[in-house]
Antibody
Framework: EVQLVESGGGLVQPGGSLRLSCAAS????????MHWVRQDPGKGLMWVSR????????AYADSVKGRFTISRDNSRNTLYLQMNSLRAGDTAVYYC????????????WGQGTLVTVSS | DVVMTQTPLSSPVTLGQPASISCRSS???????????LSWLHQRPGQPPRLLIY???NRFSGVPDRFSGSGAGTDFTLKISRVEAEDVGVYYC?????????FGGGTKVEIK
């Protein structure tokens, strides 16, 4: 069974940092691109970032570029999202998501971790 | 960015009756490789989204055949042939043809 378990969310002040982790199991982690998608109750779903299988290429939404860094450790089956210079607008549930080969879609989602940016 | 517009915003339906959700993109979703990367997701309250349909009309593993997808270019439709109680929640379309990947605003399906 595929499992994606996020952790690391919480309350942080504007300008602060957080590091999210996603522990993956039940599939060959190193064979899949991985993504972060966030959900703000007021604005729906937003793609945040993607990393390819070997970690050699990444991509970011314009709103987080230069502040967020996606990475992965294939030896630990873990995906990360380092979030710096956090803003109130980054408040959301962050989901770790597995890409479905050749589909342009996502086959599996974690339960999400809530990030709240507030003073 | 490609804007995905869903209608209606809310759809009260009677159990056993059909339901239909429309999704329109601000530009064609036909990729240079010939595929159209339009998917449909379903999110129940308190749960993460789950994949229903990918590449317009392909049902994901385990998805009941009462769900079907159709469309082309910029206009797409998700149909539920006979709504069941477990189908309540919010439905999203998403496109992955153009960077960045974008989602529709969601359509809430509820039972009358």
């Amino acid at each position: 069974e595929v499992q994606l378990v996020e952790s690391g969310g919480g309350l942080v002040q504007p300008g602060g940092s957080l590091r999210l982790s996603c522990a993956a199991s039940g599939f060959p982690f190193s064979s899949y691109s991985m993504h972060w998608v966030r959900q703000d109750p007021g604005k729906g779903l937003m793609w945040v970032s993607r990393i390819i299988r070997d970690g050699s290429a990444t991509a970011y939404a314009d709103s987080v570029k230069g502040r967020f860094t996606i990475s992965r450790d294939n030896s630990r089956n873990t995906l990360y999202l380092q979030m710096n210079s956090l803003r109130a607008g980054d408040t959301a549930v962050y989901y770790c998501v597995r890409g479905l080969h050749g589909s342009g879609s996502y086959s599996d989602w974690g339960q999400g971790t809530l990030v709240t940016v507030s003073s | 960015d490609v804007v995905m517009t869903q209608t209606p915003l809310s759809s009260p339906v009677t159990l056993g009756q059909p339901a239909s959700i429309s999704c329109r993109s601000s530009q064609s979703l036909v990729h240079s490789d010939g595929n159209t990367y339009l998917s449909w997701l379903h999110q129940r309250p308190g749960q993460p989204p789950r994949l229903l349909i990918y590449k317009i009309s392909n049902r994901f593993s385990g998805v009941p055949d009462r769900f079907s997808g159709s469309g082309a270019g910029t206009d797409f439709t998700l149909k539920i042939s006979r709504v069941e109680a477990e189908d309540v929640g919010v439905y999203y379309c998403m496109q992955a043809t153009h960077f960045p990947l974008t989602f529709g605003g969601g359509t809430k399906v509820e039972i009358k």
